[in-house]
């Protein structure tokens, strides 16, 4: 594939497409948002306005960790705080496709449909990959980015057009692409993080308790295999519990699941052969997450299983 002509088309129908309306975009600092907002501000310039929108749902430091990395590249992005919007519409939620609907229509709806209007824009660029499109059609799950492919109309349901100049490629052309786009290796060769973060890797309700456990053990993980080379990798927070022993007492304990995949375009994954000695560093700091006292590595590829939990 001829990247550089591919940037060069997109730029030319973005710029087609919008005329001289105003376009926003949403960050989130993965490899595609990156990839949209690079584009677009090519194309657009002052233009487009490109926000981060904290969901509380991200990694630790992550929103001013893109932020600055974005600053440094010449682009602005303004960060929303829309944390209490994003927990109130997910708490006493447990089902995944209720938890992801919640967390669709928090951003589409309330969050980016008040940014939308308060900027006065007609387009919103969006990050959409074809293998997005492709499972969310199988209806092996509904990803929170999907919209006309689900016969959802943008402009009826919220007001705005989305353009989505990423939706022929998959996860490695992607990767090319922001290589050709000059993003540095820290974004390019990112492992992929879904969009509605990690409430993916929370089974059950999502809380602030809960996602602060699993933001401590994704931090472990993310630090423990930086240098694997793998396709992605996280950890999962279970709703079941175990027994174990806490200071010479029983505890009934949260069980964290480590997974870690080999994959091309995350269609299908094999599970890396990690060395044991590896295994056991990561479950004894696992182990040691306040409430946690169990810790599993998930043995199953996809299919059956999906990369994320939820
Ligand atoms: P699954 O869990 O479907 O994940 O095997 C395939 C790849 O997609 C990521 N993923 C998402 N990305 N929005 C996204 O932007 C989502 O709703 C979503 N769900 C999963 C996942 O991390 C994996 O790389």
Redesign the pocket.
Known sequence: MDYKKFIEEQIAHIKETVGREKVINALSGGV?SSAVTVLGHRALGEQLRTVFIDNALMRKGEPQRVVKLFASLGIDVELVDAREEFLSALAGLTDPEEK?QAITDTFYSKVFGRLVRQYGAKFLLHGTIL??IE?TVAG??R???ILAQLGIDPQAAYGYSVIEPLKTLRKDDVREVTKVLGLPAEISQRI?????ALA?RIVGEVTLDRLETVSAATAIVEEELADSGAF?YLAVLLTDRATGIRNNKRQFGQIIVVRCIESTD?RTATVTPLPWDKLNGICGRITQIKGVNRCLYDLTP?PPA???YI
């Open positions: 595609d992801r293998t997005d499972e092996i799950k990803q929170h980015n992929p993080f879904p969009g509605p993916t992605q995350a996809k999906t990369i994320e």
